[in-house]
């Protein structure tokens, strides 16, 4: 069941629905004019990256400056490092620190499947946070 979702062409990531608090903060920064772009694990099956394409445009808008789509276990340090002083938010532990590894400051969103590693994984630009609310007040998108 987890393959189907994670590399099926049956439509699931034309089908995530956004984190609470996730719209609001992300057309904020459109509004205030932050240029923003997607980095999402999702596949690199070109049908899946196409729905997860659509489903962020269903749900945000026209908002971002580019998409990006790396394979579900891939790393995303390389895209990540073409980028300059920028907020950068996840929900994967992994990635959140890579982001700030290479600079950025980072924002993880707290789960379940992640506040484990709250204890070990620390950095000075990464910030644990409660969800998208704390990111609009740190990033003064209010």
């Not at 609470?20 to 990256?49: D, F, W, Y």
Request: with cysteine; net charge negative; hydrophobic share 40%.
């Amino acid at each position: 069941m987890i393959s189907a979702f994670n590399d099926g062409e049956d439509g699931y990531f034309g089908l995530l629905k956004p984190m609470p608090g996730a719209v609001e903060a992300l057309q904020s920064a459109h509004a205030a004019g932050r240029e923003m772009t997607i980095i999402t694990a999702c596949s690199i099956n070109p049908k899946v990256i196409a729905q997860r394409e659509q489903n962020l445009l269903d749900v945000f808008g026209d908002i971002f400056r580019d998409i990006h789509a790396v394979d579900l276990k891939a790393s995303k340090r390389d895209l990540l490092s073409g980028f300059q002083n920028m907020a950068w938010v996840e929900d994967k532990t992994e990635n959140a620190l890579l982001g700030a590894e290479v600079g950025h400051q980072s924002y993880l969103i707290r789960s379940s499947y992640n506040e484990k590693h709250e204890s070990d994984v620390t950095h000075p630009l990464l910030t644990w946070v409660d969800g998208w609310d704390c990111i609009r007040r740190h990033e003064a998108l209010q």
